[in-house]
């Protein structure tokens, strides 16, 4: 009987937190709304809107009649993720006056602006929790760490006080009953209008993993899908947002359609697989992925719509799922290019970007195909190196380096990227562009990055990145026009050097190295910051939000 009451009053404290107790204040004066519109309308500006699309000739009619149910289904992810990050949505958005301030209240999913540094744009509201509403506000790490529970460290339950105050786990398939049982559901009639056997099965197993939250299978199941024209991510996957252990995985969803030719011009890079691992200049020790060519897979799509921790603030423009290291040693990984997001990202704001900040004489080696190169190639990045330990098998990279694994991952899967295409370069292998037009396109879009903020694992990434490459020699800024100019041969030398250091770190599963190392640069100094202020003068958009949705897809 307690076990029940404990799962009503663990449910009540979830609907109720709000990320802090103090509720947020209505303006009570007219000019303070004033004020208040004018400094949101400003923050939501610094978002390009961009309409989602896809030619849908490309589906059958049964296709089509299925997208309306994944779209509720992906619905149902992002409310859910509204509750991971800060809890009551509707209670937050009652409290304010302003629809500007409403609209940037749901561009971050809650007052925090992500690309400030989760810093707080509303009146009392407090800082954001470390770890969202993955766990009580007050936890401590001795507590955790205390904590005696097998479930505490699965990414997919809950931490919450009992009513005695100490701490409980709660799986997710229990503490979001209803809206996991209606997602479990749809995605079974999903399933009745897949016409690809594969597809069917994949929807299946996720419905069956969802009620679980047992993954794996259904893991499997998403890699055996590689005909079907439309993919769908769904359910707890990445772990961004628990930024107190990086542990617990929030919930999100893509809708997509494949882009049939891009994906066929891509196939042939899979069976590089094996020989991009041996060329990573580290010692073999730390090569032991073992990379296959059957299991891994690499497409182009257009991407329809984002739901949940996906479209919080900052978008993705490329996935590399799964993340379960056992899945993908044993069946390999998908890596999805979201072209249309990512075009969308390089007209509006790279290319602005280069105008300023890159020296006239190499902003015509900023091109779109080396910006996608560059992004695929950081997704294969990812699947490279190690996963565990050298000198302990037994244990993971992501649990030896904990709240640091996210920034240094990201930046290996960055400086690995580009470290491949030097490599594949040199074969002959990538043709209709020059090799400068890598590095050059992948040292502006360090600009892109560095302003999502330090609360972006991506972020900090860039911004470690950015120092390195300057103590290298790899660029040389211009004083008196405030332009950069990459020093080619010293910046390969230091994609080279960079490399090693980062798959050493993670091998050595050398945590006080990271944690020094992210805390000393991972964060926008003094001249970095000043030529960030330089775009924002010029208006050019931190990010891009959509305008997307069933409605929008079927009135093209």
């Known amino acids: 009987m307690k076990k029940y009451f404990l799962l009503a009053f663990s449910a009540f404290l979830i609907l109720g937190f709000s990320g802090c107790k103090n509720k947020a204040k209505k303006a009570s004066k007219e000019e303070e709304v004033t004020k208040a519109d004018t400094n949101m309308v400003a923050k939501v500006n610094e978002y390009k809107k961009v309409k989602l699309t896809t030619d849908l000739s490309v589906l059958s009619e049964k296709q089509k009649q299925m997208l309306p149910i994944l779209f509720k289904i992906a619905d149902i992810m992002d409310e859910i993720f509204w509750i991971e990050a800060y809890g009551n949505k509707t209670e937050l958005l009652e409290s304010i006056e302003d629809e500007a301030t ?44 205390a904590f005696e529970d097998e479930l505490k460290n699965s990414q997919y339950t809950l931490l919450r006080r009992d009513e005695d105050g100490n701490l409980m786990s709660v799986p997710y398939h229990e503490v979001f009953r209803e809206k996991i049982e209606e997602a479990s559901q749809l995605l079974m009639e999903a399933s009745e209008f897949a016409e690809n056997e594969a597809f069917r099965e994949y929807l299946i197993q996720r419905s069956e ?9 259904s893991d499997f199941a998403w ?15 990445e772990n961004y947002e628990d930024e107190l252990f990086n542990i617990k995985a929030a919930h999100e969803s893509f809708i997509l359609i494949k882009d049939m030719d891009w994906s066929n011009k891509l196939k042939k890079y899979i069976a590089y697989l094996p020989e991009l691992q041996e060329t990573l200049p580290v010692d073999k020790k730390y090569k032991s992925n073992m990379p296959g060519t059957s299991g891994n897979q690499l497409n182009a799509y257009d991407v329809i719509y984002y739901a949940g921790d996906c479209n919080k603030a900052s978008k993705t423009i490329a996935i590399n799922l799964p993340n379960d290291p056992i899945v993908r040693q044993e069946a390999g990984s998908r890596k999805l290019m979201l072209k249309n997001a990512m075009k969308a990202k390089f007209d509006n704001i790279l290319l602005p970007i280069s105008n300023v900040l890159i020296d006239e004489s190499q902003r015509k080696n900023v091109k779109f195909d080396a910006f996608f190169a560059n992004t695929m190639f950081h997704e294969v990045g990812h699947g490279l190196g190690v996963d565990y330990l050298v000198n302990n098998p037994d244990i993971k990279v992501r649990d030896a380096l904990k709240s640091y694994y996210t920034a240094i991952e990201e930046g290996k899967a960055d400086i690995v990227g580009l470290h491949l295409i030097t490599y594949l370069y040199g074969k002959g292998e990538l043709d209709n562009i020059d090799l400068m037009d890598y590095y050059v396109t992948f040292f502006a879009s360090v600009f892109r990055s560095a302003r999502f903020g330090s609360a972006s694992s991506h972020g900090k990434a860039n911004m470690m990145r950015f120092y390195f490459f300057e103590e290298n020699n790899a660029f040389t800024r211009d004083e008196e026009t405030g332009t950069y100019t990459i020093n080619f041969d010293n910046m390969k030398e230091a994609v080279k050097v960079l490399a090693e250091k980062i798959i050493t770190i993670q091998g050595d599963g050398n945590y006080e190295v990271a944690k020094a190392w992210v805390e000393k640069d991972g964060k926008i100094k003094d001249q970095l910051q000043a030529d960030l202020d330089r775009l924002a003068d010029k208006n050019i958009p931190r990010d891009i939000i959509f305008e997307q949705g069933y409605e929008v897809l079927i009135q093209e």
């Open 223 to 237: 890699l055996a899908m590689k005909d079907n024209i439309i993919d769908f991510v769904v359910g707890p996957i």
């Open 209 to 217: 993993a969802l009620r679980t939250d047992e993954y794996q299978p």
């Open 102 to 145: 409403k609209k940037f209240v749901e561009i971050n999913y809650g007052p925090w602006s992500k690309l400030d540094n989760n810093e707080p744009f509303i009146s009392d509201v407090g800082e954001k929790p470390k770890g969202a509403n993955f766990y009580p506000a007050d936890i401590t790490q001795k507590e955790f760490d």
